[in-house]
């Protein structure tokens, strides 16, 4: 199925995440533009609606009558659209975020407009509200429509305090029971994941528990590292530098960094070397 928006005919599953655009989110007002669905005028809670009701995933999963999913369908948009504001607040933290903590932004509008991270967490908070009132498949058809779009994988599950900022942003994943406090900034290729898997007795994966870290406030980790297990906690104040593994909580104002690595700088042969490993031989 096709939907009209804003004057193109796009996939329901673009129409889905089209409430995160920055012009509902970050202009002066969330209903700014109207969407039309068969020539019809309709607002984001009707298509919502619609798309609730008319999941066949939903039927199952719930099992509900027909005229009981039109009324749950009914419950769980009022209470989307009744978060809407909330998440405006906490986008415009990140967007204040992104632009302290990036000297190559000169502006908030340029923050809005051009980082792909923007993009990202608004799918990501929208999702979260989904996510919370337990809505099938909608909120991972949202977040990956952004990590498709970022490169950013972020899951509709991860709690995500304010003030939250993924600089650059290509190749983060965030797990689903990720818990990040205020003040976070991350880098890009920081996977915050799962250590390990627990099984039943018929050998499969037993879904639930937590199992991805917790970043307390104002923690920093830089580019390409690692950090995994449901009970590592990263203390408050804490930096993990680049290219760390980490499977062990550290305490409140911690640096963590790999000290045997050492960086060698030496002078180039003034011959050409004969081949590319001669180059690096002494």
């Known amino acids: 199925m096709t939907v009209l928006l804003n004057g ?21 007002g969330v209903f700014e533009t109207i969407p039309v669905y068969h020539g019809k005028p309709f607002r984001w809670a009707q298509h919502l609606e619609r798309l609730t009701r008319g999941a066949d995933f939903l039927k199952i999963r719930l099992a509900f009558a027909p005229k009981e999913l039109r009324g749950l369908a009914h419950g769980l948009t009022g209470a989307f659209l009744a978060s809407l504001p909330q998440v405006r607040e906490l986008l415009q933290t990140d967007v204040e975020a992104a632009y302290d903590g990036d ?5 908030k509008e340029e923050v809005i407009v051009a980082y792909p991270f923007v993009e990202t967490i ?3 908070r929208l999702a979260h509200q989904l996510y919370l009132k337990q809505v099938p498949l909608i909120p991972r058809i ?6 498709s779009r970022t490169g950013i994988d972020i899951h509709p599950g991860a709690k995500i305090g304010p003030h939250f ?8 994943v965030i797990g689903e029971t990720c818990e990040i406090g205020s003040r976070v900034k991350l880098y890009h290729s ?3 994941g799962a250590r390990s898997f627990q099984k039943d007795e018929h050998g499969k994966i037993k879904k639930g528990g937590k199992r991805h870290p917790t970043l307390e406030d104002d923690v920093t980790i830089y580019p390409n590292s690692t950090v995994l297990g449901g009970e590592t906690v990263i203390g408050a104040r804490s930096t993990i530098g680049g290219n760390v593994f980490l499977v062990q909580s550290v305490p ?7 000290e045997e690595k050492q960086l060698r700088i030496v002078p180039k042969r003034k011959h050409k070397p004969a081949t590319t490993r001669d180059e690096f031989l002494e």
């Not at 995440?17 to 002066?28: P, Q």
């Not at 000297?103 to 502006?107: G, N, Y």
């Not at 900022?165 to 983060?172: E, S």
């Not at 409140?252 to 790999?258: A, K, Q």
């Open 8 to 28: 193109q005919f796009v996939s329901e599953e673009q129409a889905v995440v089209s409430v995160a655009d920055r012009s509902f989110l970050y202009g002066d």
């Open 190 to 192: 920081v996977t915050l």
């Open 142 to 147: 949202m977040t990956e429509w952004a990590h």
């Open 252 to 258: 409140p104002d911690s640096l963590v960094y790999y």
């Open 165 to 172: 900022f993924i600089d650059h942003g290509t190749g983060a």
């Open 122 to 124: 608004a799918v990501q």
């Open 103 to 107: 000297p190559a932004a000169l502006s």
